[in-house]
Each structure stands twice: as structure tokens, then as C-alpha cells.
């Protein structure tokens, strides 16, 4: 089971660190990824890392502005964001892909996890 948090009202410009916690176990044979849903729209990706915690992904729509990383027990996955916009207003997934042989492929679709957190919401306000 996956636990997201971190979410919350903040300011235009601001930043914000978002957790992934597995309660069972770690992330050390799991790639993970975030995604993010408003109302009406998709899911949509935004950050996913590679088992092996090697290769990492990001939409464009957030890339320069934005860190995925693990801390070093592997039962913790963090979105840092900056500088976040009106526009990342959403409910934030954390997900995860159990990955045991394939520690170098990041996984970009919602079809390629099976494990997902509740969703913890971000409301930015300009």
C-alpha cells in the first residue's frame, strides 16, 4: 500500500515536497511514478524513476522544475516542486511497478502500475 501526502494550499511560486510512503516493505524492487488528476481531465504523468533509481522522466510540463528521488531506507518517494503554477492544481498520484529484472525502465502510462496511492490534493493560488 502506498501513502501520499505533503499536499496543501500554497502560494504561485512557491515550493512543495510531496511523499510517497509504502507501508508495507520498500520501493527497492518497484519503479515508481506521480501522477496528477483535475476534474474532468485525464490522469496525467509527471515524474516517473526507474527501479534501480538511475533513470528518471518528467513531463515537460514540469521538467526543470521539478525532483523525484528516494530517500536512502527505499521506503520513501518524494516530488519536489518549485516555482509551481495555477496550473499544477491537482490531485497528485503516487504509484508503483513491481520491477525485480528490469531496474532500468521507467514506466510513463497508467496501465504500467498496478499499485497506487489515495491521492493527496494541491490547490495553488495566484
Known amino acids: 500500500q502506498l501513502q501520499a501526502s505533503g499536499g496543501g494550499l500554497v502560494q504561485a511560486g512557491d515550493s512543495l515536497r510531496l511523499s510517497c510512503a509504502a507501508s508495507r516493505g520498500t520501493f527497492s524492487s518497484y519503479a515508481v511514478g506521480w501522477f496528477r488528476q483535475t476534474p474532468g481531465k485525464e490522469r496525467e504523468f509527471v515524474a516517473a524513476m526507474s527501479r534501480n533509481g538511475v533513470n528518471i522522466l518528467y513531463a515537460d510540463s514540469v521538467k526543470g522544475r521539478s525532483t523525484i528521488s528516494r530517500d536512502g531506507s527505499l521506503n520513501t518517494v518524494y516530488l519536489q516542486m518549485s516555482t509551481v503554477r495555477a496550473e499544477d492544481t491537482a490531485l497528485y498520484y503516487c504509484?508503483?511497478?513491481?520491477?525485480?529484472?528490469?531496474?532500468?525502465?521507467?514506466?510513463?502510462?497508467?496501465?504500467?502500475?498496478?499499485?497506487w496511492g489515495q491521492g493527496t490534493l494541491v490547490t495553488v493560488s495566484s
Open positions: 504509484a508503483a511497478r513491481y520491477s525485480p529484472g528490469l531496474s532500468r525502465i521507467t514506466y510513463y502510462t497508467e496501465a504500467d502500475y498496478a499499485y
